[in-house]
Nanobody
Framework: QVQLVESGGGLVQAGGSLRLSCAAS????????MGWFRQAPGKEREFVAT????????DYADSVKGRFTISRDNAKNTVYLQMNSLKPEDTAVYSC???????????????WGQGTQVTVSS
């Protein structure tokens, strides 16, 4: 069992930055692929970024490439999402998730956090 708790969301102006954190608990948390997903009001949940358990591979949605960076610190059981050059269309609830294999598909993730709101004003 893995528990996930996100933090770092908030209100920021367009062009600004935020760093989200996802703290994982559980003995095997550091062995899981971790992903970030987001869901805006009235829209389906969409993939944002993912990172392999050892940090050796990462993937990003085209909409965030070059602006967002996913990283992890296994010693702290924490995954980060650095978000730069934020746009109003990035406004959403951001959730982290964990799974035992490498995937960008939400359906493949076993554990989910509650999410943190990110609002980007124009």
């Amino acid at each position: 069992q893995v528990q996930l708790v996100e933090s770092g969301g908030g209100l920021v102006q367009a062009g600004g930055s935020l760093r989200l954190s996802c703290a994982a608990s559980g003995r095997t948390a550091s062995t899981y692929t971790m992903g970030w997903f987001r869901q805006a009001p009235g829209k389906e949940r969409e993939f944002v970024a993912t990172i392999r358990w050892n940090g050796g591979s990462t993937d990003y949605a085209d909409s965030v490439k070059g602006r967002f960076t996913i990283s992890r610190d296994n010693a702290k059981n924490t995954v980060y999402l650095q978000m730069n050059s934020l746009k109003p269309e990035d406004t959403a609830v951001y959730s982290c998730a964990a799974t035992s294999y490498y995937t960008t598909k939400a359906v493949g993730y076993l554990y989910w956090g509650q999410g943190t709101q990110v609002t980007v004003s124009s």
